[in-house]
C-alpha cells in the first residue's frame, strides 16, 4: 500500500513537471521578434571540473538536456534516443552535433560522478556533462524553462521530478526548437537535420 502511495505521488509530480513545462513554454513562447524565450547564460561545471559557461554552445548545434545521474529511464533513455539520432545523421551534420546534459541534482552529481555517468552511456556523439552549486543550477534551469523539484521516496533517499523536453540550440547558441520526449530516434534525425539545413 506504501508502495502504491510512492508510486502515485511519483506519477502526479511527472503530471506537475509537464504542467508547469507547458505553462511556461506558453507565457514565455515568444519576443515580439519572434524568437523564443528560451537560454540565456548560465556559469556552471563541466564533468573534468572545470568552469562552463554558455559560450560552449557557440559554434556547435547543441542537444540541452536537463535531467539527473540517477533518474531510472527517462535521462538515459533521452541520451540514448540522441545518441541514436546522432548516428542516423549525415557525417557533416552529426559532427556539428554536441549533446549537453545539465544536471538539476548538484547535491549528488559531482563532476566525477557525472562523467562516469556520460561515459557508460557510450554515446557516438560528443557529450557535455554540467553540473554546479544549486543556484547556478536553478539559474540556468530557468534560463530553459525547466522545471525541476526533489521528490522523497519511501527508503528516505529522494528522486527528482523534471522537465523532459530537449531544447535545439543553433550554432550561436540561439533556440532553434524543442525535441520533445517520447521522440523516436528517426523523428529526432530529422528535425536535427532540418534545422541545420535552416528549414
Known amino acids: 500500500m506504501k508502495r502504491n502511495r510512492v508510486s502515485l505521488t511519483l506519477v502526479l509530480l511527472a503530471l506537475l513537471a ?40 557557440k559554434g556547435h548545434w547543441s542537444a540541452v538536456f536537463f535531467g539527473f ?37 548538484p547535491e549528488r552529481d559531482t563532476p566525477a560522478v557525472l562523467k562516469a555517468y556520460l561515459d557508460s552511456q557510450n554515446l557516438p556523439v560528443k557529450v557535455v556533462g ?6 547556478p543550477v536553478k539559474s540556468a534551469a530557468s534560463a530553459y524553462r525547466v522545471f525541476y523539484a526533489k521528490a522523497p521516496v519511501a527508503s528516505g533517499d529522494y528522486t527528482m521530478s523534471h522537465s523532459t ?15 520533445a520526449y517520447g521522440m523516436t530516434p528517426s523523428e529526432m534525425a530529422a528535425q536535427i537535420s532540418d534545422a541545420i539545413d535552416g528549414l
Open 18 to 57: 509537464v504542467l508547469v513545462a507547458a505553462y511556461f513554454a506558453a507565457q514565455h513562447r515568444t519576443r515580439s521578434t519572434g524568437s523564443a524565450l528560451i537560454g540565456g547564460p548560465f556559469h556552471l561545471i563541466d564533468a573534468t571540473g572545470s568552469p562552463a559557461d554558455d559560450s560552449l554552445l
Open 69 to 105: 545521474t540517477h533518474c531510472p529511464d527517462i535521462c538515459p533513455g533521452t541520451l540514448q534516443a540522441l545518441g541514436a539520432a546522432a548516428g542516423q545523421l549525415p557525417p557533416g551534420k552529426a559532427k556539428t552535433l554536441q549533446v549537453v546534459f545539465v544536471s538539476i541534482d
Open 130 to 135: 554540467l553540473t554546479g552549486a544549486p543556484d
Open 165 to 179: 523536453a530537449v531544447y535545439l540550440m543553433d550554432r550561436r547558441g540561439k533556440f532553434s526548437r524543442v525535441l
